[in-house]
């Protein structure tokens, strides 16, 4: 069965009736419809009743299968005279502190340091620079994805596409948990590591001791008889940049055969997308192999057009791009995600087609994990809903490679049984009334990230009482939404003046003991309310409350600026011309 898949697919699947098979479910306890997306647990569970096993097919298996329909075969064979070298594709990786983005903008020679927010990568970016080797000018692609722990989806897709990953580590401050990280995804994936020693300016650098370290990890350099480049570098002053990029085209000629087919339609991955107001869909690509030209019909996830415009790092403008070659390609209809696969449709029908199928299938998968399972036990709690302890999010982004990063992240927060955590959307550009009406119907809280909320969202969420965050640092969402969910966000308490009145004259009483006659200087004076006595400006008393209120002979709540009253402070140590201040907490609103 496909992911999503229903019980009428099932029905079909097994020639039986979908409405007999609801009534099975329901005796298993599980209720659904004949039409409901379900997920793999369900389908496990009916299967085992009725004798069969069903198994959920992967959307990787799923996709081959749709893309064969349309007779396009991803893996044909291919004839190894039309194969020719391509240059090798590199993810720089590492801790977030380690000079990383300086080491891009070394090899870049371009400033993308200055636009970050906190200091971190906020969005995928590709690009292509030539080195010279042997009196050769040989081309590197350079992927730019986040380099913390965080954003594992981001760097798991971007491993995928890579060569050769680059592991920067400082030399004044060694190994962090964030290096083994990267470093780990990078041997997972079977990826050659060249690593760069930065900062080795700085005082207390030592690059002996980050060999050391890394020997530990497996990655022995090449002058304690390993296999591993060490290159040591200062990115912030430029040193020894062409020695690193050498070392890397050295380890692909020794490690890697890099060669594609350039003469094929053109296959390749998303490397991030985002919505441009003027420009629509924007997204850059990385040919895989073959060649990608202007005009051809193109299906990248379950977005699809033909190519209106390329572009290269530049902004200078492309006829065509060949394998290894990023550019940025307009003409989409709408925005793909970070590490969608693209292909090149035989006509635009075909593209629509193959983009219409890929949507409706994701639409059932998310279905299927979005529904919220009501079982005969639970059918009680959930009907009350109170005693559903949920946290539900709406997401939105930049830029889906952000979006996505940061929907990985909040669904790793593990806070016990108690709290759990629901996306129940996600999406790129402004916040619109849908998201404000979606959660509205949903409880749900808004997420936006580098993003605002569309002209009078503001309004509907405020008169609804949605709450929209926001945020311009991954980070910053992902410990607050933790804080939440684990009941740490305590509420902030301010002081917030009442009133203030003047002692005129004392009474005393056996009854209530001293009586303090006094008129309201300013504000208001509450019964109940916290108090301090005041005597030439100094507090006598700051822990006191109006226990009584009295004007005239009546109990009264309340007494206003420039009237009489009594009031009993339960404290005997009071004087004409003392001044009694109160005052109360109020919660206040966090920024």
Known sequence: ???????????????????????????????????????????????????????????????????????????PDEDDANLVPRPPVVTVMGHVDHGKTKLLDAIRSTDVVAGEAGGITQSIGAYQVRVNLNDEKRPITFI??????????????????????????????????????ALNHAQAANVPIVVAVNKIDKEGANPDKIRGQLTEYGLV?????????????????????DELLEAVLLTADAALDLRANPDIDARGVTIEAKLDKGRGAVSTILVERGTLRVGDPIVAGSAYGRVRAMFNEHGENLTEAGPARPALVLGLTNVPSAGDSFIVAPDDRTARQIADKREAAERAALLAKRRKRVSLENLTDVL?????????????????????????????????????????????????QNDVNLATVDSAVIIGFNVRPAERVSEIADREGVDMKFYSVIYNAIEDVEAAMKGMLKPIYEEVDLGAAEI??????????????????????????KARLVRDGVVINGDLSIE??????????EVREGYECGINLGFKDITEGDVIETWETREKPRD
């Open 1 to 75: 069965m496909r992911q999503g898949a229903t019980l009428t697919d099932l029905a079909e699947k097994i020639n039986a009736n979908p409405a007999a098979l609801v009534t099975v479910l329901f005796h298993l306890g599980e209720m659904a419809t004949a039409t409901q997306s379900l997920d793999e647990d369900t389908f496990a569970l009916l299967g085992a009743e009725l004798g069969y096993n069903v198994q959920i097919v992967s959307p990787e298996d799923e996709d081959r299968e749709l893309l064969e329909s349309f007779d396009i075969d991803l893996e």
């Open 144 to 181: 730019d994805t986040p380099g913390h722990e965080a954003f594992t989806a981001m760097r798991a897709r971007g491993a995928e596409v890579t060569d050769i990953a680059i592991l920067v580590v400082a030399a004044d401050d060694g190994v962090m948990p964030q290096t083994v990280e």
């Open 221 to 241: 350099p090449e002058e304690y008889g390993g296999d591993t480049m060490f290159v040591d570098i200062s990115a912030k002053q430029r040193l020894h940049i």
């Open 384 to 432: 009350k809903e109170g005693k559903v302890d949920t946290l539900n999010l709406i997401l939105k982004g930049d830029s889906s490679g952000a979006v996505e990063a940061l929907e990985d992240s909040l669904l790793k927060i593990d806070v016990g049984d108690e709290v759990a955590l629901r996306v129940i959307h996600r999406g790129v550009g402004a916040i619109t």
């Open 504 to 529: 005129r004259q004392i009474f005393r009483s056996s009854k209530f003991g001293s009586i303090a006659g006094s008129i309201v200087r300013s504000g208001i004076i509450k019964r109940g309310a």
């Open 548 to 557: 009584t209120l009295r004007r005239e002979k009546d109990d009264v709540t």
